[in-house]
């Protein structure tokens, strides 16, 4: 493969010139303590690392920098960290999600205006994953990234605990009576035990594993946990790694193909993955001048066996089983001729390469083809009359009975309607209604929150009823479950039919037909259309103003309409 020179690098136009201002560039650095034969003609490698004191799933990211530092000197690089926005999914409010988009453009802009040549992207918490590589793939240097991993399973007495989707679940169990608050207490303090992202199959585990699958981690690299010491070696080899990236000029644009969005699709399928995955991975592409329908997805969706025993899709085990069990390497190795094996990887070996010699080591935990959790639909992309953009369904995490199902529109405003009335003894309510949340999408939330997994009202949980039949235009974490139709768009906010639903209304649901339809003659709604208003603004200065000016809406990734595609951008002048 031909290797860059030095003087075709890119910091050479800081570093390299003869002139007053790379007096400047070289003073400053020696002023940092590093002599010039440190980092003349060798690749600055940014290490965009996204810890911070108030993101959990990033406290080891201090010492990850470190080894990633030591791989990319013994490589002979020039290492420089390079903080970036920290996306605390536990944290941070109203969303992440209304964030994405923020640290997407700070990434695309520290790699274009500094002296970088390759980057190492630092991400794990939910967001982080698609934001980094959103930003990596616009300014198109050459890059690998380092997933978090996940942290340990959590305990309580004798139970094992799953981030997230036992949250839920003892929450229920709380409201309705069936533990104290000890009980609750104890969970508390044992549902999270070390650095790293839930362990439950949610959308940083989902979107780790897309990231290798896309080819842009080392081979086996998303679901080593975090406090594992073999993330520790990971870290040294992909700042190694992305050394001999920057000489052999290997760039995302030349691994995002419209093959390894495939891949990427059939490991989310296989996996049993987040429903977010659909909305970044839409993002991504576009990024990468590519445009993934979402019919895309329902394609691979029909042919995908669900493989991975993960909660909350899978039966019992978390992502330390999953790792142990052989990992994604051995997952993918199973459905070979539903990939595409040639498509090229950040090691410089294809796919099908990285796959050699996995196999699975415990077969209960990540399943023989033969012997699948669930021959296919692990998600689900719904069209109908409520949706004529397109929703989506876990179907793998959803309650078999309700699959098909109508029942009667009970429909809240927005969440604070949604929390003041749920728990209401005079709620009309019953166990076959479908619970509607308006007002929480892209531009209704703000930032499309996570609250679609509506709460069961106390009323119904009392009586032994666990899921019910529960739609918006929010998301859902991707630890969460239940018969939860998800995305609606266009978001009831900008006037779609989501906005038109009166209590009472018929909902049908049919997951094998595709089909959420509201049960409404069209010329009453067209009446209610023309009686609807437009809500007001709910920013007027500010990075909001920025995001309800320019958001796309969910079945086009959320993205912002200016930041899409590949057109090019002029590298700074230096003067």
Partial sequence: MPRKKPEELRSHRWYGAKDLRSFGHRSRTAQMGYDRSEYAGKPVIAIVNTWSDINPCHTHFRNRAEEVKRGVWQAGGFPVEMPAMSLAEPMQKPTTMLYRNFLAMETEELLRSYPVDGCVLMGGCDKTTPALVMGATSMNLPAVYLPAGPMLKGRWRETTLGSGSDAWKYWDELRAGRIGERDWQEIEDGIARSAGTCMTMGTAATMMAIAEALGLTLPGASSIPAPDSNHSKLAALTGKRIVDMVWEDLKPRDLLTTESFDNAIVTLMAMGGSTNALIHLVAMAGRAGLKLPLERFNEFSAKTPLLANVRPSGEKYLMEDFYYAGGLRALLAELKDLLRLDAKTVNGRTLGENLAGARIF???????????????????VLRGSLAPNGAVIKAAAASPQLLKHTGRAVVFEDYNDMAARIDRDDLEVDAGSVLVLRNSGPLGGPGMPEWGMLPVPKRLLKQGVKDMVR?????????SYGTCVLHVAPESFVGGPLALVKNGDPIELDVERRVIDLKVPEAEMEKRRAAWTPPPKKYERGYGAIFSKHIKQADEGCDFDFLEGTAPTAEPEIH
């Fill in 362 to 380: 415990e077969p209960d935990v990540i399943r023989k083809r033969s012997n699948p959790l669930k021959a296919s639909g692990g998600l689900v």
């Fill in 471 to 479: 739609l918006s235009d929010a998301r859902m974490s991707g630890t």
